[in-house]
C-alpha cells in the first residue's frame, strides 16, 4: 500500500519545527514540511500560494495548516488536486474574523504595527531576564519564528486581513481550540473543538493531535 503524503505548513512567520512533536504512523503517511518563502512586491495570496504548490512533489496530498498556514493551504486547494485539507487554529472565511481584525483591515491600523522589532528578538530575548514567563515566552518565539523579515511579515499581516474567502468550504477540516485567543472560538462555525485549546496548540496539544490526525486524513 502506498503512502498518503500529508504536507505542512507552519502559521504567520513561523518554521516547520512547530510540528517537531508531530508524529504520523510511518507505515501510512509520509509527512513534508512547507517553509515560508519572501513574497514578490505587493504578491496576491493566490499568486503566492500557487507558487507554493510548486513545492508539492506528490499527487493528491493531505495539505495541514496552522493559523494564516490553514489560510493559504485552503488557497493552493483551489489550485491543485488536493486528498483533503485540515487547518489547525485557523479560519475558513472572512466571516470567522474576531472583530478586531475587521477594524484593523477598515482603519489600516495593521499598517502601524513595529514589525522591525521582530528582527531584533533575540536581543528582545537578552534583556528579559527580569522576568520568567517574558523570557520563556520570548524563548519560544525564538524558537519558532523563523522569518523576521519586515516585508514579508507586513504583507503576511496584510494578507491575512485583507482575504476575501466570504465562503465556508463545507469539504475542510477545522480543528480548534475552545481557548484560542487569536480566533476565539465563539467566531467559529463547524470545527472539532480541542478543550483547553490555544492557539498555540499545535505545540502544547500534541498528544491529541497524533492520536486523532490520523484518523481525519483516513475518515472520507
Not at 481584525?101 to 513595529?114: E, N
Request: aromatic share 10%; glycine share 4%.
Amino acid at each position: 500500500m502506498s503512502k498518503i503524503p500529508v504536507y505542512f505548513m507552519p502559521g504567520l512567520a513561523a518554521s516547520p519545527t512547530i510540528f517537531e512533536n508531530i508524529k504520523l504512523p510511518e507505515d501510512q503517511f509520509e509527512m513534508h514540511f512547507l517553509e515560508w518563502f519572501l513574497p514578490l512586491e505587493k504578491e496576491s495570496i493566490e499568486s503566492y500560494a500557487l507558487r507554493m504548490t510548486e513545492k508539492i512533489q506528490d499527487e493528491n496530498p493531505v495539505l495541514v495548516g496552522v493559523s494564516f498556514g490553514g489560510v493559504l493551504v485552503q488557497e493552493m486547494a483551489k489550485q491543485m488536486k488536493v486528498r483533503k485539507v485540515i487547518i489547525i487554529s485557523s479560519v475558513k472565511s472572512n466571516t470567522e474574523f474576531p472583530p478586531r481584525f475587521k477594524v484593523a483591515k477598515a482603519t489600516k491600523a495593521y499598517k502601524l504595527i513595529p514589525t522591525q522589532l521582530l528582527a531584533d528578538i533575540e536581543k528582545l530575548v537578552k534583556y528579559a531576564f527580569g522576568d520568567n514567563i517574558v523570557a520563556k515566552r520570548l524563548k519560544l518565539y525564538e524558537k519558532y519564528l523563523s522569518v523576521r523579515d519586515k516585508h514579508y511579515l507586513d504583507w503576511a499581516i496584510e494578507t491575512i486581513l485583507c482575504w476575501k474567502q466570504k465562503e465556508v468550504n463545507e469539504a475542510v477540516v477545522h480543528i480548534h481550540g475552545d481557548a484560542d485567543e487569536v480566533f476565539p472560538i465563539k467566531n467559529i462555525e463547524k470545527c472539532i473543538v480541542v478543550k483547553g485549546g490555544t492557539h498555540i496548540m499545535i505545540v502544547n496539544k500534541f498528544k491529541w493531535l497524533n492520536e486523532n490526525l490520523p484518523k481525519l486524513i483516513l475518515n472520507d
